[in-house]
T-cell receptor
Framework: DTEVTQTPKHLVMGMTNKKSLKCEQH?????MYWYKQKAKKPPELMFV???????INESVPSRFSPECPNSSLLNLHLHALQPEDSALYLC??????????????FGPGTRLTVT | QQQVKQSPQSLIVQKGGISIINCAYE??????FPWYQQFPGKGPALLIA?????SEKKEGRFTISFNKSAKQFSLHIMDSQPGDSATYFC????????????FGAGTTVTVRA
């Protein structure tokens, strides 16, 4: 199984709402990622978890809060977002450590609209 | 500051033609150079990857050429098909526990039937 699943597919939220994005993989990967992608741009790295510990935070605003409950699941908690946060949010996974981190498996993404 | 420069931004090719996308980098610490393909509404998918000690790698109709001295690499799509219409991102990675991919800006390829 080489699939990364993400829910929901689409999300519309107001600036005062709290919502969560979910990601799951069953490839035995111990590195998991959140990316943000704007239209016609490459993905921008937000967070990396390695062995369920936060390894990289790319100076993301605190209104985005990641969580890695176990080796298969990754969540992104959203609170008090701004309209400019509207984007496609991608989850990815890869092997941890060694040289295979370039081989990342991406989910289909959650299309987020902040109104 | 983009560490990997990619061109062109878009290209249109006739079915059966060759699509060529070019990328250049400066950081000699990069050790892996993957290409990702993204269809509309989908996440990127790893297409093919190369290391600097290899000058060319072919997988089906997709070929990566690598010029280490010029710090350039390119993707050739031979016999382009309408199903190849997608956005292609080159990327670079340092290997050795490096979780970051430095992506190029992307090239939208349209293959006309």
């Amino acid at each position: 199984d080489t699939e990364v699943t993400q829910t929901p597919k689409h999300l519309v939220m107001g600036m005062t709402n709290k919502k969560s994005l979910k990601c799951e993989q069953h490839m035995g990967h111990r590195a998991m990622y959140w990316y943000k992608q704007k239209a016609k741009k490459p993905p921008e790295l937000m967070f990396v978890y390695s062995y369920e510990k936060l390894s990289i935070n790319e100076s993301v605003p605190s209104r985005f809060s990641p969580e890695c409950p176990n080796s298969s699941l990754l969540n992104l908690h959203l609170h008090a977002l701004q309209p400019e946060d509207s984007a496609l949010y991608l989850c990815a996974s890869s092997q941890a450590g060694g040289a295979r981190a370039y081989e990342q498996y991406f989910g289909p993404g959650t299309r987020l609209t902040v109104t | 500051q983009q560490q990997v420069k990619q061109s062109p931004q878009s290209l249109i090719v006739q079915k059966g033609g060759i699509s060529i996308i070019n990328c250049a980098y400066e950081n000699t610490a990069f050790d892996y150079f993957p290409w990702y393909q993204q269809f509309p509404g989908k996440g990127p998918a790893l297409l093919i990857a190369i290391r600097p000690d290899v000058s060319e790698k072919k997988e089906g109709r997709f070929t990566i050429s690598f010029n280490k001295s010029a710090k350039q690499f390119s993707l050739h799509i031979m016999d382009s098909q309408p199903g190849d219409s997608a956005t292609y991102f080159c990327a670079a990675n340092r290997g050795s526990n490096d979780y970051k991919l430095s992506f190029g800006a992307g090239t939208t390829v349209t293959v006309r039937a």
